[in-house]
């Protein structure tokens, strides 16, 4: 009787996964997660081969002892800060009303 019981949630988790409501969550999450950090990663790679190639550019002074390399440096955990609050607003708006509307499927299922 265990078997059965085990091997029906099993199911319902892959017709959940296979269902068109899953798919868009899916594609929605990818569409922000991949150029976004595709875009992330091309930026840091550009401020690891300026300060390993251009040394006279990134010690460049700015103000006092700011240099264009502290300043791109400090850019880099602005750009996560605002990245995380764009995922934050894309999620509550694109996101959480598919996974709330699947959760809510899936716990009146249960019932």
């Known amino acids: 009787m265990e078997k ?34 595709a875009i992330f990663l091309l930026w840091y790679l550009l401020y690891v081969l300026l300060a390993d190639y251009a040394h006279g550019f990134m010690s460049t ?4 002892n700011i240099t264009v390399g502290l300043i791109f440096g400090l850019l880099q955990f602005v750009s996560t800060f605002v990245i995380t609050g764009l995922y934050v607003r894309y999620a509550n708006k694109n996101l959480d009303p598919i996974s709330d509307k699947i959760r809510g499927d899936i716990e009146g299922a249960a019932k």
């Open 61 to 64: 002074k700015v103000a006092g």
């Open 4 to 37: 059965d019981v085990a091997h029906e949630a099993e199911t319902d988790w892959e017709q959940i996964q296979a269902s068109p409501e899953f798919a868009r969550l899916r594609k929605r999450l990818r569409n922000f997660v991949f150029p976004v950090s």
